[in-house]
T-cell receptor, first 115, second 109 residues
Framework: DTAVSQTPKYLVTQMGNDKSIKCEQN?????MYWYKQDSKKFLKIMFS???????INETVPNRFSPKSPDKAHLNLHINSLELGDSAVYFC??????????????FGEGSRLTVL | GQSLEQPSEVTAVEGAIVQINCTYQ??????LSWYQQHDGGAPTFLSY????GLEETGRFSSFLSRSDSYGYLLLQELQMKDSASYFC??????????FGRGTSLIVHP
């Protein structure tokens, strides 16, 4: 069983479209995250979310929005896609927001290509 | 805010020992983590240091000096499969790990 799963794995779309990436974790963790990894492999936090609080990286454009229907799911919705949004998006989870092990469990990533 | 510095690339030969350094700046500190990522794969957790000193896990060890805002990952008995990117990540005041830009480790035969 995959602990953190993301769909789709690959996504190719046109500029201006709206798309979503889904993430599910079966680890019973309280906190989930979205990271963006660019072509230079820089991993940048976008959002952190638990059942109490959403923390947004202030540099993330408001075209990006996280949606969490329940504790096990954190989806990423992107409006009006731009070329610069092309990247690999990683979902991750940890046991609780005050994690004391520093360990994040990552999904396999979703490679988004905007044409 | 938080920032981390680590070398962009390190090369070594099989069987050797290599050290990847990481310096950080953060307001509030809970710990320093290390992750490995192979090309096309997901980052996987290697180690975490919350207190000063050395943590050993098999061939990999990680060190932290909070007073120097410095840590390193030590890889011993290098194998070809260790060729990957290695990231340090600092957990600061918000607990959310902030990652460095990664070090590409190339292991030669």
């Amino acid at each position: 069983d995959t602990a953190v799963s993301q769909t789709p794995k690959y996504l190719v779309t046109q500029m201006g479209n709206d798309k979503s990436i889904k993430c599910e974790q079966n680890l019973g963790h309280d906190t989930m995250y979205w990271y963006k990894q660019d072509s230079k492999k820089f991993l940048k936090i976008m959002f952190s979310y638990n059942n109490k609080e959403l923390i947004i990286n202030e540099t993330v454009p408001n075209r990006f929005s996280p949606k969490s229907p329940d504790k096990a799911h954190l989806n990423l919705h992107i409006n009006s896609l731009e070329l610069g949004d092309s990247a690999v998006y990683f979902c991750a989870s940890s046991p609780y927001s005050g994690t004391n092990t520093g360990e994040l469990f990552f999904g396999e990533g979703s490679r988004l290509t905007v044409l | 805010g938080q920032s981390l510095e680590q070398p962009s690339e390190v090369t070594a030969v099989e069987g050797a020992i290599v050290q990847i350094n990481c310096t950080y700046q953060t307001s509030g500190f809970y710990g320093l983590s290390w992750y490995q990522q192979h090309d096309g794969g997901a980052p996987t957790f290697l180690s975490y240091n919350a207190l000063d000193g050395l943590e050993e896990t098999g061939r990999f060890s990680s060190f932290l000096s909070r007073s120097d805002s410095y840590g390193y990952l030590l890889l011993q008995e290098l194998q070809m499969k260790d060729s990957a990117s290695y990231f340090c990540a600092v957990s600061g005041g918000s607990y959310i790990p902030t990652f460095g830009r990664g070090t590409s480790l190339i292991v030669h035969p």
